[in-house]
């Protein structure tokens, strides 16, 4: 998506070789003209696919998936990092491991709002080493859940999980695809 490609150039910074701050448009300061019209171009990619249910983990994904939730008209649920005293009865759990945060997060979801007659579409807004992504699809797995595929904000080619996870038949779309990326350069994927 080429207008969230001209946001990374202009708005975003690079703290290192592997962390994008985008902080001022897509996470704690959301653009939301820029969130919707990310949100219907996956509606648009993803609207043929019978996704009846969106998912993501908390917190970073929730808000595009919410809106990507709306612009489908279907409901959106979470995988919680914390368990909660309203999250009784049964949960689906699985371990991810966060790069950005150095630790390993018990993630869980109730199994009263994953199930097998559910046809997931994944949403994240980064996609680097695939943690969380894998996360996910354990709990759709868990659950007998279909995965639809995944709709990622920014992957970051370079660290590989996309490219695995194609590899492996998953379907993946991002919008913005870093090749690479330095203090000076940004590199976009054709």
Do not use: W
């Not at 996704?51 to 983990?57: F, H, L, P, S, Y």
């Not at 699985?94 to 949403?123: E, P």
Request: hydrophobic fraction near 45%; charged fraction near 25%.
């Amino acid at each position: 998506m080429k207008k969230l490609e001209e946001r990374i150039l202009s708005d975003a910074q690079v703290l290192s070789d592997e962390i994008l701050k985008v902080g001022s448009f897509l996470n704690q300061e959301i653009d939301t003209d820029l969130l919707q019209e990310m949100a219907q171009e996956i509606a648009d990619i993803y609207k043929d696919c019978g996704v009846n249910k969106v998912m993501t983990i908390e917190a970073s994904g929730i808000a595009i998936a919410v809106a990507v939730g709306m612009a489908m008209g279907v409901p959106v649920v979470f995988a919680k990092k914390h368990k909660t005293s309203n999250l009784d009865g049964g949960v689906y759990s699985t371990v991810v491991h966060s790069f950005t945060h150095n630790t390993d997060y018990s993630v869980m979801i109730s199994r009263d709002y994953l199930t097998a007659d559910d046809r997931v579409l994944l949403v994240d807004d980064f996609l680097a080493r695939g943690k969380a992504m894998r996360g996910l699809m354990d709990l759709c797995d868990q659950a007998g859940a279909t995965k639809v595929g995944a709709a990622i904000q920014i992957e970051k080619c370079f660290g590989g999980a996309g490219d695995e996870l194609r590899s492996e038949g998953f379907r993946v779309e991002s919008l913005a695809m870093i090749e690479s990326m330095g203090k000076d350069k940004i590199t976009f994927r054709s």
